[in-house]
């Protein structure tokens, strides 16, 4: 009987405020941001924003509280948290924004769904999955699939970080009521230190900034990483070259136990652990190139349950490379199909080598580093935040 209660006094409540709400003049100049957690990508947007006097109030999961490190002043207004729908329902119908842009991960919370679902309530939703759930990830979740499928179909607008859409739209025909934006990562394009030019001869480092699956998990993906990086160590070696790994998640030393002895093992292999953006962008500006650990890998034809390796290394995006763009540094690119790649290597910063063909090119790598790097300095005017910015601006004024 109190559930039933309190149900019906939150239904007169609702009434109550959507009347009342009805009067209020929408803020043109409010973006109102929710997720779950904290991510770089909300900082980056939240940002460029700001800069371009949007003010932003983020409504923000308990669960995720901890994970507010940004500095307020430059990325939001205003937090608000909640911890269940009803808390962020009230919360929506207390404002009246330009657009409630909402940050998602892969496995889709009931909140997002909700929000679709009561939107003409509240107002134009956007819908921006971090990743797509469907055949990009090993373990199928029927309730995960049906969710994402909802909130694609059915939110205003979606803003895609990555080409995944595409696949979806390609193979299982989803139809998009809302319109589609791209709008990748991006660079901060600030604080980014200066690249110097370096001799033929000096030593080539190649980095790898981002999170690592520990080796011998029961995840196959951490066995093609494990054999592409094994390969790329095993050429550096040969070459004289240094391959630099910096692991965004490596706080249990057991757990990464097999890249600690690999490191040991060889001394052009330099394992380090996760560093704050700053300290990142600067620690990378000091190599030559930057990759991925599945870009070279030997075997990309594995059969995995419910998972589409092909798809995914053709679709995916990633923000590392962002991060290298950050740092002046070019990229290396292995695999054809990849969308972002050929995205990013009209810019002339992709040097496009497979693993086969590396041991052959190292000669290359050395002496165009000047040369990617010049372009890399361009190119990070073009694709940082703030130049971007004025897209996704539009977008939500044309919802």
């Not at 990830?137 to 995960?144: L, Q, T």
């Not at 696949?167 to 025909?173: A, D, F, P, Q």
């Not at 704050?276 to 995995?304: C, H, P, V, W």
């Amino acid at each position: 009987m109190p559930g039933k209660l309190q149900k019906r006094l939150d239904k007169i409540f609702i009434c109550g405020l959507n009347f009342y709400r009805q009067k209020f003049k929408q803020n043109k100049k409010c973006v109102i941001f929710i997720a779950d957690e904290m991510s770089p990508r909300i900082e980056k947007i939240g940002y460029a924003l700001k800069r371009k006097g949007i003010k932003i109030v983020i409504f923000l999961q308990k669960k995720g509280i901890e994970e507010v490190v940004c500095n307020k002043e430059n990325v939001y207004d205003k937090m608000y948290k909640f911890k269940n729908i009803r808390e962020l329902y009230f919360l929506c119908l207390k404002f009246k924004p330009l657009v409630y842009h909402i940050f998602s991960t892969c496995c889709v919370e009931k909140w997002i769904v909700f929000l679709i679902k009561n939107k003409h309530h509240i107002g134009k939703v956007v819908y921006d999955p971090y990743d797509i759930y469907r055949d990009m990830y090993g373990e199928k979740n029927k309730c995960y699939i049906k969710y994402e499928k909802f909130c694609l179909e059915n939110s205003d607008g979606i803003v895609c970080r990555n080409f995944q859409t595409q696949y979806l739209k390609n193979k299982y025909g989803y139809c998009f009521k809302g319109k589609r934006l791209l709008f990748m990562d991006y660079c901060w394009n600030h604080n980014s230190p200066v690249k110097y030019p370096k001799a033929d001869e000096e030593e080539l480092c190649i980095v790898y900034g981002g999170r690592l699956l520990p080796h011998r998990s029961n995840n196959l993906l951490s066995q093609i990483e494990w054999d592409g990086l094994s390969s790329w160590i095993e050429t550096t070696k040969k070459y004289k070259a240094k391959m630099v790994v910096i692991a965004s998640n490596m706080t249990d030393k057991n757990e990464f136990k097999d890249f600690y002895r690999l490191a040991k093992r060889n001394p052009n292999f330099i394992l380090k652990g996760k560093m704050d953006l700053n300290a990142l962008i600067k620690y990378e500006s000091r190599m030559d190139y930057g990759t991925d650990t599945f870009e070279l890998a030997k075997d990309q034809k594995k059969s995995f349950k419910d998972f589409n390796f092909a798809a995914r290394e053709k679709y995916c995006a990633t923000n590392k490379y962002f991060d290298y763009i950050d740092a002046g540094i070019p990229i290396i690119c292995g695999r054809p199909s990849e969308m972002l790649g050929r995205y990013l290597e009209k810019y002339g910063i992709v040097f496009r080598c497979t693993l086969e063909e590396l041991p052959e090119r190292m000669d290359e790598l050395k002496q165009r580093r000047n040369e990617y790097a010049a372009n890399v300095a361009k190119a990070r005017k073009e694709l940082s935040i703030e130049k971007q910015i004025p897209r996704l601006i539009r977008f939500y004024k044309q919802l």
